[in-house]
């Protein structure tokens, strides 16, 4: 299989005041389609602005970040950018990020009306990712009426729902409890192993360590190990 994101000496710098803080410094790291794969790391080492990078949500001061072989982040446009999260990456977040007046089935579906999918199909995706994630009781609640663990749940079925090739999950365990925590583990790595959508997820989680194939740590703005499990 070929590399689904491909970082060449990647450094990203921030300027708070006269001050330039550099967060990444010079990351090289390539990963293959269909990679169950978790950057660890203490506070600070730059995993979420990693995250950020390979989800085009910003872009490196200097260094290559190339997605699905042919796409160099720094030389998208912003709708560029967009179309491209849109319609290849899922996004898992600690804090879930759910819209609190839609309900559960609702928020599953948003990110398909976004597309423009036709109400028909999206109907059934909605239906049988639900089902996916165990949640075919609770379509009609609102997130406030779930715990933590359903709403995570809800937010991973929200990130599969577009059947991307790549799903970012920054400490998607961080709030849960551990039962929770490795339900989700669970439906992430069902997804990996039956429909090969790679995985790349930030933890300080040991849980989540466990269950990764591969370990990348990042330390200081640079990779320090890169263990296959």
Aim: aromatic residues 4%; contains cysteine; hydrophobic residues 40%.
């Amino acid at each position: 299989m070929g590399n689904i994101i491909e970082i060449k000496g990647a450094k990203k710098d921030y300027k708070l005041g006269k001050t330039t803080v550099s967060a990444l410094k010079g990351v090289n790291l390539n990963v293959k389609e269909g990679e169950f794969m978790s950057i660890v790391g203490p506070s600070g080492s730059g995993k979420t602005t990693l995250l950020n990078l390979i989800g085009c949500l910003d872009t490196p001061t200097s260094g290559l970040v190339k997605l699905f072989g042919d796409h160099d982040v720094s030389g998208l446009t912003d709708k560029q950018a967009t179309i491209l999260r849109r319609d290849r990456i899922g996004f898992i977040f600690q804090t879930f990020n759910l819209i609190p007046v839609l309900n559960v089935s609702e928020n599953i579906e948003f990110p398909l009306i976004i597309q423009g999918i036709k109400p028909e199909e999206r109907k059934k995706r909605v239906a049988e990712i639900i089902e996916d994630v165990g949640l075919q009781e609770f379509v009609g609640h609102k997130p406030d009426e779930l715990s933590g663990g359903q709403r995570q749940r809800i937010a991973v079925a929200r990130a599969l729902i577009t059947n991307p090739k790549l799903v970012l999950a920054d400490e998607p365990t961080a709030n849960l409890d551990k039962e929770n925590g490795l339900n989700i583990l669970r439906i992430m790595k069902h997804m990996n192993e039956e429909h090969g959508v790679t995985f790349v997820f930030s933890t300080h989680d040991q849980r989540v360590m466990e269950h990764a194939k591969r370990v990348v740590v990042l330390e200081d703005g640079v990779v320090t190990k890169d263990t296959v499990c």
